[in-house]
């Protein structure tokens, strides 16, 4: 808070003569509390994927595309980060910082063993009796032990890989249980019963250093970890684009979920343009490289700034070579589209994967059972909040935004058909 208050200081305010004042708000989930009591602040920063979603149908947060320019703006940011920010053709939030998906393998072992980097999950699939043979395994994020619940940039990749959908087009019910969907979550099932990849596993660094998982996916975090746990493994791991699934015309599909913080303008504010001016400020490339070196020449080599904004996130302080690695990852970024009720599905799609490994249900069956048990929880949601009635007819229209509708409407900003 400390660097970014004399970073806004001596740069944004001098430039505008805008003055602001930040402040550390511990736990921010009162922000709803205070949006209730008209007493909530111009801006957020730091806030998780999910909340822009939540302040935005509450009228909490404040359309950022009612400013002209936007979606010419968004272009500085991974199309798919934004997904998680919009609701009813508005965007409620822009990225601030970043996480992105890899693949790290113990370069060492892997050349003792003679053994391929897999660039698909088929190739996964290939050396797995080759590790195992030597008493070694594959790590998914799914069996990080530190959580019971199972979020969905553990539980939906290979759903998004298979070409499935979590929703139907207006949002009203899901479409886990179409064909592609199924086909994904039935993968991601047999690589714990039938491929036998570790169930739960309580520190992944720790077990890449010791060289019993000399390989799996890490998001940031882990990467961070990596680097500073085991300084004796410098030089003999590295990282690479995460394995994807081969499709019929050559193309590996390689998408996966991920989220960073967000920073959003509060409805309540009679700041709005001001505010605007502070975030273009704040996600400007040149303001987020300095913001980034102070933060480490502050704390130290092993604090990294991963910024949302993709061009201040090629001049971040980190090894060219694993620097090109992520800036090339954040182009398979899909975050997820957030609707009332998908909490539900959340919760669902955790259950669907203990319930197939553990219990060792088909995955057709239970798949078939959550759908049930999440279209419910998303209609009674639809309810509350106006979109149908209790009878099921439509009152309002509710629309899914993916991907692709992202970059049309940043195509369309740049004059493209």
């Known amino acids: 808070m400390d660097t970014l208050q004399k970073l806004v200081d001596s740069d944004f305010t001098t430039k505008t003569g805008i003055k602001v004042k930040i402040s550390v708000m511990p736990d921010p989930n009162k922000l709803i509390l205070a949006a209730s009591a008209g007493t909530t602040p111009d801006v957020s920063l730091g806030l998780g994927s999910h909340m822009p979603f939540d302040f935005a149908i509450r009228e909490a947060a404040y359309d950022l595309t009612e400013f002209d320019d936007f979606w010419?703006?968004?272009?500085?940011?991974?199309?798919?980060?934004?997904?998680?920010?919009?609701?009813?053709?508005?965007?409620?939030?822009?990225?601030e910082s970043l996480n992105f998906n890899a693949l790290v393998y113990r370069k060492d072992i892997f050349e003792t063993l003679d053994i391929m980097v897999p660039e698909t999950w088929q190739e996964v699939v290939q050396i797995l009796p080759e590790l195992q043979r030597y008493g070694m395994n594959f790590y998914l994020p799914i069996s990080d032990g530190l959580s019971g619940l199972k979020w969905f940039y553990q539980t939906s990749p290979f759903i998004y890989m298979m070409d499935g959908e979590l929703y139907n087009e207006n949002g009203t019910s899901v479409a886990i249980d179409s064909a592609n969907s199924v086909k994904g979550l039935d993968f991601l099932i047999s690589m714990f019963t039938k491929y036998s990849l570790p169930k739960q596993v309580m520190v992944f660094s720790n077990s890449f250093r010791y060289g019993s998982l000399p390989i799996?996916?890490?998001?940031?975090?882990?990467?961070?970890?990596?680097?500073?746990?085991?300084?004796?493994?410098?030089?003999?791991?590295?990282?690479?684009?995460i394995p994807g699934m081969a499709q019929e015309n050559g193309d590996i599909s390689r998408w996966y979920i991920a989220n960073g913080t967000n920073g959003m303008i509060l409805n309540n504010s009679d700041k709005k343009d001001e505010s605007w001016e502070f975030l273009k400020w704040w996600q400007d490339t040149e303001v987020q490289t300095t913001y980034s070196y102070n933060l480490q020449s502050t704390f130290g080599e092993e604090f990294v700034w991963l910024s949302g904004n993709t061009e201040a996130l090629a001049n971040a302080p980190i090894d060219n070579s694993d620097k090109q690695v992520i800036l090339e990852s954040i182009d398979w970024?899909?975050?997820?589209?957030?609707?009332?009720g998908q909490y539900m599905l959340e919760r669902g799609l955790s259950d669907i994967w203990y319930k197939g490994v553990f219990d060792d249900y088909s995955t057709r069956f239970i798949v078939d059972v959550q759908t049930l048990t999440i279209n419910r929880e998303i209609e009674r949601k639809m309810i509350e909040f106006g979109f149908i009635d209790e009878d099921g007819n439509q009152l309002k229209e509710f629309v899914i935004r993916d991907l692709d509708w992202v970059l049309e409407q940043i195509e369309l900003a740049k004059g493209g058909e």
């Open 72 to 95: 010419t703006y968004a272009e500085r940011f991974a199309p798919g980060t934004l997904v998680p920010y919009i609701f009813d053709d508005g965007v409620y939030a822009i990225p």
């Open 333 to 340: 970024i899909r975050d997820v589209p957030r609707t009332p």
């Open 216 to 241: 799996g996916i890490v998001d940031f975090n882990q990467y961070l970890q990596i680097k500073n746990v085991a300084p004796e493994l410098v030089g003999q791991w590295e990282i690479t684009s």
